[in-house]
């Protein structure tokens, strides 16, 4: 059984900071992409960013210059550095992971079950 929890949401206003984290735990062997997705009110769930073991995070359009992302591999654990916030990255924001469990040879992908982020003035 594996598990992402995600914490770290709240209530900012526009141009302030945040950031997310989500751990996963269980029986896990591997854990190949990290990565973030965010769904607001309304709309389909879009791709934040995510990061392979060893490369470079890439990052959707619309968060590009003020988001970050890294990972602790150790922990199974990633990051998520939001600054200059605006109102439009209000949404859930979704962990997502990439897991060969213990018991497996292959990766299959795991959801957190997410953590609200509210940007208002």
């Known amino acids: 059984q594996v598990q992402l929890v995600e914490s770290g949401g709240g209530l900012v206003q526009p141009g302030e900071s945040l950031s997310l984290f989500c751990a996963a735990s269980?029986?896990?062997?591997?854990?190949?992409?990290m990565g973030w997705y965010r769904q607001a009110a309304g709309k389909q769930r879009e791709l934040v960013g995510q990061?392979?073991?060893?490369?470079?995070?890439n990052y959707g359009d619309s968060v590009k210059g003020r988001f970050t992302i890294s990972r602790d591999n150790a922990k199974n654990t990633v990051y998520l550095r939001m600054s200059s916030l605006k109102l439009e990255d209000t949404a859930v924001y979704y962990c997502?992971?990439?897991?060969?469990?213990?018991?497996?040879?292959?990766?299959?992908?795991?959801w957190g079950r997410g953590t609200q982020v509210i940007v208002s003035s």
């Open positions: 269980g029986s896990i062997d591997s854990i190949s992409t």
């Open positions: 997502w992971m990439a897991v060969r469990p213990l018991d497996s040879r292959n990766y299959s992908g795991y």
């Open positions: 990061i392979n073991s060893g490369d470079s995070p």
